[in-house]
């Protein structure tokens, strides 16, 4: 039994990186034992033995235990300690005590400091003299590499590498809430576009996004402070390189770039989407993609907390839109804008839009341009497509809805009963006198004129 148990625990020395944000390690292998303290993500360690889904690791005088789940194997070089000795908070004899790596104690090595050697101890970088006192060994971890362009949303602010690994060069910091392309996946790093170069950032700091992917078809692309030809040029850029637009100004996409908001040409880019799984929020609500057939999400500045709501609302934009394509594949794609919060309540400028029920769609245009009309009184605005989307489109999926729109050939109702009384806000058409005008005798019934809404089409989906 005692030999059955041995056989179980001892296992070859494996390298092993962090790949959550934190990670408790515990005084055994169980979540019923103490946490000694936690790991963070990144962070490498030597373990020595494994038992029922956790892995052992040296984190400070003893060892600890960690969820496999947690970590991931990899490639590393570490010290057996031959001679116990101090470990400090710098490469110095002078720097302060922080610890003790006893005899037979094992530690990846993530830098060197002349015969010093940095690791990490209690879940913090430390140094140890590893002259005359430890073995150097080598973990070679799997070094598979995927190839898929993905666009990806930084969770926490992390350094971006030279290369897949903490002992590359960083480059700069990546902060939570910006986007890139991941082009490359390898040993739990991926790659991303940063700047001229591309950068390195850690599985675990970033989460799939769906995003509109710009490829560089020009030579070299000017990267530009604003959406023009007339703000100051930060950078250049390749053929080739790949960037996500988060947010757009005419036929400008901004992208974010090296840690800094951006903007580029669209006209010398090929674009594609990428949509990412959905995700369900707290109250069961899913974001509208960034695009799709037939569709792109512009909600605010394309802001994703703007862009949930329950999924009847959601799925049925995306089949509508995507009908849409089918039927009108030389049309531009329908602009959906604001939605709701990820779990509802109140939306500045707005006052419905609190339950995942409500949406609103810039109004479509005559020609081919992929911006929406900017009101109904807009030259390039086209009633009728807007029309022929509504009832042929809309109402097939939201056949109990009602919309607001305030255009006179389409509007079959008033939100106020006297035909003559104007408006009090914004955005209802009046006739020369400054009364409202009456609806129209071949409006759709459902269709209702509200102040503010000579802008946009609001579909309400209950």
């Known amino acids: 039994m005692i030999l059955s148990l041995l056989a179980l625990l001892a296992v070859q020395d494996q390298g092993v990186q962090v790949v959550v944000e934190s990670v408790p390690v515990r005084s055994g292998p169980d979540a019923a ?48 300690v031959t001679i116990g000795t101090n470990v400090r908070s710098g490469p110095t004899t002078s720097a302060a005590e922080v610890g003790y790596a006893v005899k037979s104690s094992k530690w990846a090595v993530t830098g060197t400091s002349g015969s010093w050697h940095r690791i990490f101890y209690e879940g913090r970088e430390a140094w140890f003299s590893a002259a005359g006192r430890s073995t150097s060994h080598a ?71 769906s995003a509109a992917i710009d490829r560089v078809t020009n030579a070299w692309l000017n990267v530009r402070t604003g959406p023009g030809t007339s703000y100051a040029q930060i950078d250049s850029v390749p053929a080739g390189s790949l960037w996500a637009a988060v947010a757009f100004s005419g036929a400008w996409h901004q992208i974010w770039f090296a840690g800094q908001p ?58 509508a839109a995507e009908a849409w394509a089918v039927a009108h594949p030389d049309y531009p794609a329908v602009r959906v804008g604001d939605l709701s919060l990820p779990d509802g309540g109140a939306f500045e400028g707005h006052v419905q839009h609190r339950d995942g029920l409500d949406a609103d769609v810039f109004l479509l245009r005559a020609d081919a341009s992929s911006d929406g009309a900017l009101d109904v009184y807009d030259p390039a605005y086209s009633s009728e497509r807007t029309r022929e989307w509504i009832a042929a489109f ?24 006297d035909t003559v009384q104007v408006c009090a806000g914004q955005g209802c058409p009046l006739d020369a006198s400054g009364a409202h005008m009456a609806p129209s005798a071949a409006g759709l019934p459902y269709v209702r004129c509200n102040p503010g809404h000579d802008d946009h089409v609001h579909v309400n989906a209950r």
């Open 394 to 417: 809309l109402v097939p999926v939201f056949p109990e809805s009602s919309y607001l729109l305030c255009d006179p050939a389409i509007f079959g109702a008033l939100t106020t009963v």
């Open 139 to 209: 973990f070679t971890g799997p070094e598979t590499s995927t190839l898929a362009e993905e666009a990806v949303e930084i969770v926490l602010d992390i350094p971006v590498r030279s290369g897949p690994g903490l002992g590359y060069a960083a480059l700069g910091t990546a902060g939570a809430g910006q986007v890139y392309v991941s082009s490359e996946r390898r040993s739990n790093w991926r790659r991303i576009g940063w700047s001229r170069a591309d950068g390195w950032i850690p599985e675990y700091a970033a989460v799939l996004r």
């Open 262 to 319: 951006a903007w580029i040409s669209g006209t010398l880019t090929s674009t594609t989407d990428f949509g990412a799984p959905p995700a369900a929020s707290a109250v069961g609500f899913v974001k509208l993609p960034a695009s799709g057939p037939g569709f792109v999400r512009r909600c605010g500045a394309n802001n994703p907390d703007h862009a949930w709501g329950a999924p009847e609302l959601v799925n049925g934009l995306i089949a």
């Open 33 to 80: 034992y103490a946490e000694l303290g936690a790991a963070l993500g990144g962070q490498l360690y030597v373990s020595t033995a494994r038992s029922n889904g956790f892995h052992k690791i040296w984190y400070h005088r003893s060892e600890g235990w960690v969820h496999e789940s947690a970590v991931a194997l990899a490639t590393l070089t570490y010290d057996a």
